[in-house]
Every structure is written in C-alpha cells, then in structure tokens.
C-alpha cells in the first residue's frame, strides 16, 4: 500500500526526529538521495551541466546540497537563488566549497537553455498558492528546453494537500519526495505535473491511521477479491442484481453485465428491458421480466446504466436492504433523501461531469479540485463515492478514513461504456461481500488494469475491456 500524508502531519513527525538528530542531518538525508535520482537520471555525472532553481526555504536548501554532491562528482552546477537575500546559508556555502557557481536571475534562461539537468527547489510544503511571478520566466524555458526537470519534493506551485494547481506550475520528469507521498502527488491535477516519482526515506515516523490517501497496489487487491470455498454454490458466491438498460441504451445493461459476470458473484440477475439483448450475448445471465423487488433475492443492485427516465426503478432498488450500486442516469434520478435514507451501504459511481451536476458546479471545479469534491459528495450523500477519472478516488462517507486512489487506468478507458463495466464489475464485487471501499477501490483497481491489457497501446472498446477482467484478475493475484 502506498501511503500520503498531509503537510501538517509531516511537519510534526519531521519536528519529532529533528529533536533525535544532529542538526542538518535531516536535510542531508533528503540531499544524498535527491543527489543519487539525479544522478541515475544523468546517467553521468561529470562533466554535466545542472541548474538549480533555488527558492527561499528549505525545499532549496536541499537543492543546494544536491548540488554540492553532484559539483564534487564533477557536474558544473550553477545555482540560481529568487530571492538573493534570503538563501539556505549552509547549502550555498557547500555549493561553494564543492566548486558550484551561482548566477542571477537575470542571465538564468540562457543558462537552462544549455542545462542537462533542471532542479526546481523553489518551494517545496512551505508553498502556498501557484508559482510567484519571478520564478515563471524561468519555470517556462526549462519546459522549453531540452534539460530533464526533477522537482524537489513537490513540483513548486501545486497544493502539497489538495493535488490542486492555482496558477502557474513546474512540470516535473521525476519528482524526489523526501518521507512520504503527499496527496498532491498522487491526485489530478498535480500528478500530471509530478512525472514519476520517487519516494527517498530520510526515517519520518508517520502515526499509523492517519494518512488522506491510499494507493492499493497487487498484494492489497489480491487480498481483498474473494476466494470461492470448496463448498461454495452460486447463491453463497452472491448474487448481483442488474438494473440497468432501456429501449433507448440495450447496450448498457450488456455491458454492465459483461463486467458482473468477471467479478465473482456467483450468478448475475438481469432486471429491465434489454432483456434479449442481455440474454443473446451472455446466455448464462437469471432474467426477470418482474421489477427489482420481484426478481428474486440478490445480494447487491446495480442500478442506473442506460436507464434513460425510469426514475420508479432506481427509486425502487433504492427500497431495497442490501448494498446498491448507482451510476449514470441513477445518479440523476435518485432521490438525495432516499439515498440518505438507506440502511444498508450505497456505492455512487460519477464521473466528473455527474458529480458536478450533483455538487450544483462546473465540470471543471470537479476537476480542479478532485478531493474536495468526491469528500463533500460522500459527506452529503452518506455514501461512498467513486468519482472517476485518469486518477480514480474513493471516499467514505464516515471522517478520517483515507480515500483511496487508483492509477491502474489508462486513457484508452476513457471510451463509450467503459462506466457501465466498471458499474458491473463493482457490483458483482459487493455481491460477493466486499465492502463499498472495498468493492469500489478493487473494482476500479482491475478495471484500470484490464483496460490496459486490452488496449495495449491501441483503442479498445468496453467489452474488450470486460473480456479482459479475468487477465487482470490472474495477474493480481499471482502477484
Ligand atoms: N519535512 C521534512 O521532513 C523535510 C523537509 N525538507 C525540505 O524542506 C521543505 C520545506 O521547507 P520550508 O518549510 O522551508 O518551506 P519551503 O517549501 O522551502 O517554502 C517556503 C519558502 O517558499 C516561499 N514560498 C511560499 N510559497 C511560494 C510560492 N508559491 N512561490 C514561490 N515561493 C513561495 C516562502 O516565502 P515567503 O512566503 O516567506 O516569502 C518561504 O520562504 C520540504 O519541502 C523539503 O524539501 C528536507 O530538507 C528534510 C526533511
Ligand atoms: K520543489
């Protein structure tokens, strides 16, 4: 499991080994293992050109300190401080020492044009708001040349706690972050400004329970997706209700059960007017021709894909005491009182244009500040939420539980019906007794995975994506 912290808590554990380390230990910690990212990233050290941009705080003290690691294996590195008058001390002096030069503001793009390597330690946790206007010019011509940027502990001018990016940001190849991810790394839009990223350990001790973000990764899915016992049938595997599809969209409900038969529910029930359809394609399919509450007994509901206007369904299922699933058309015809209202667990699945509609916003709010939105969504609702997106986000209705984050997709998912799978594919995973977290995150986790086994580089339709399931299923728990 990857894990990020908010600023505030880093701050207090990097306060707490402080007080056991010798001064400057801490930093020189950071120093040696951003000093080695730049080197692997080099290839060669000597006889490289390096620039570093150095703000006014620690986050360029670190730079600095690079720096000097990487002056006395023979770099020529120039450090190009903003604000001359107030510079790590200590960090200058070592750059100094190691044969490193510093220049002015002034000359700097000329500089960067001719650089191997961009350090951007301009600012680091103790950034608020985008990038100042001095340090743009700069941040904009190592964007234009051909120098690789690796960022110090966060691209300078994201939001260390949101992943939000007010105003202008440096876009990293490699961001070094020093003791634990911070949310911003792993959320749109700041991800994308991150590159890869690397995780240097300088010894923080972070109090266990209290990270914001999760990332799940193999071993976590693996052990979260069901195992049938020897003595299981189909009934004790769960069963999945779909409701889902309408004369207007057949499709949906195929889809939706194409992904419910990958999940591990150990049968799918199909409820709507796609019924044919449904059954031509996946002969293996229960269909009821009776609403949800006469269908027979299930598990867990999925109800919304390609529902069209059929507002008395959803608000039907809805009715219903096991766990439901509510995606696209639903979202917009469930009652938020009815949904508040539910005893038993609900799982709403948006993408960003649904959960602005929600939230009474623009789309682009709920891009911009991803983390906010699906937290005040699953705050209002009670619900969990899985908001979609390049980064998928989870969060719990109840306070304090970290939201979960997924980046097994690619952009290939982005394509007609890909929602409706994973919709399927959740449910069947809440059927079969996962919890809401638990269905969503694992859903999202192979569903991201399977859209890029099919795809494999190339445009990929939603069913590809569904018959890709299993792969990803295989490939998760064998590790
Ligand atoms: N945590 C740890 O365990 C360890 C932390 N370490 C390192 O310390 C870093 C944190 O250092 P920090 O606290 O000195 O803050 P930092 O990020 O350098 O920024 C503060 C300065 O930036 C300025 N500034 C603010 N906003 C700005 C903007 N938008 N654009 C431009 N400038 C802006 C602000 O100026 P002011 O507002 O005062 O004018 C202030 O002077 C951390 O990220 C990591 O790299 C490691 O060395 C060791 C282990
Ligand atoms: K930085």
């Not at 604000?83 to 960067?112: K, N």
């Not at 301009?122 to 990038?131: A, D, E, R």
């Not at 038993?344 to 699945?349: D, F, I, S, V």
Request: aromatic fraction near 2%; charged fraction near 20%; glycine fraction near 14%.
């Amino acid at each position: 499991m990857r894990t990020a912290y908010s600023v505030e808590t880093v701050r207090a554990a990097e306060r707490e080994l402080m007080a056991r380390l010798p001064e400057g230990a801490l930093m020189q910690r950071a120093a040696a293992g951003l000093a080695a990212a730049c080197a692997d990233l080099l290839g060669r050290v000597y006889g490289r050109r390096v620039v570093l941009l150095v703000g006014s705080g620690d986050n360029g003290g670190d730079a600095l300190h690079a720096g000097a690691r990487l002056a006395r294996r023979g770099a020529g590195v120039t450090a190009v401080p903003l604000s001359p008058e107030r510079v790590h001390e200590g960090g200058l002096a070592a750059l100094r020492r190691a044969g490193g030069s510093v220049a002015g503001v002034a000359g700097a793009e000329d500089l960067i044009e001719r650089a191997d390597l961009v350090v951007d330690g301009i600012v680091g946790i103790g950034g608020k708001g985008g990038l100042r206007a001095e340090a743009v010019p700069l941040t904009e011509a190592a964007a234009r040349a051909r120098a690789a940027v690796v960022a110090v502990d966060l691209p300078s001018g994201v939001d260390a706690d949101t992943g939000e990016v007010h105003g202008a940001a440096v876009r990293a190849d490699l961001t070094v972050t020093f003791g634990t991810h911070k949310p911003g790394l792993l959320v749109d839009p700041a991800r994308e400004y991150a590159g890869s990223v690397r995780l240097v350990d300088i010894g923080l001790e972070l109090p266990g329970g209290s990270a914001q973000l999760e990332a799940l990764q193999h071993a976590d899915v693996a052990a979260l997706l069901p195992v049938p016992a020897p003595e299981s049938d189909k009934y004790r595997r769960g069963v999945v209700g779909i409701a889902a599809g309408s004369a207007r969209y057949p499709g949906a409900a195929v889809l939706a059960v194409a992904g419910a038969l990958r999940g591990g529910a150990g049968a799918v029930r199909y409820v709507g007017p796609a019924a044919d359809a449904v059954i031509a394609r996946f002969p293996e399919t229960l269909v009821s021709d009776q609403g949800p509450r006469r269908a027979g007994r299930v598990q867990a509901w999925v109800v919304g894909p390609g529902a069209g206007d059929d507002a008395d369904t959803v608000n039907e299922v809805l009715r219903a005491e096991v766990p439901v699933l509510v995606d696209a058309d639903g979202l917009r015809l469930a009652e938020a009182g009815a949904v508040r209202r539910r005893a038993a667990p609900t799982l709403m699945t948006p993408h960003a244009g649904e959960a602005a509609a929600l939230l009474g916003v623009s789309r682009e709010e709920v891009e911009g500040a991803r983390l906010a939105a699906v937290r005040e969504l699953a705050g209002r609702y009670g619900a969990t939420v899985l908001l979609k997106g390049s980064t998928t986000l989870v969060a719990d209705a109840a306070d304090g539980v970290p939201v979960r984050v997924n980046a097994t997709g690619t952009g290939w998912l982005a394509t007609a019906g890909s929602g409706d799978v994973l919709s399927g594919l959740a449910g069947s995973l809440l059927a079969a007794g996962l919890s809401t977290r638990d269905a969503a995150s694992a859903g999202a986790y192979l569903h991201g995975l399977a859209g890029r086994f099919a795809a494999d580089g190339a445009p990929v339709g939603a069913l590809d994506v569904a018959g890709a399931v299993p792969g990803a299923w295989r490939d998760v728990v064998s590790g």
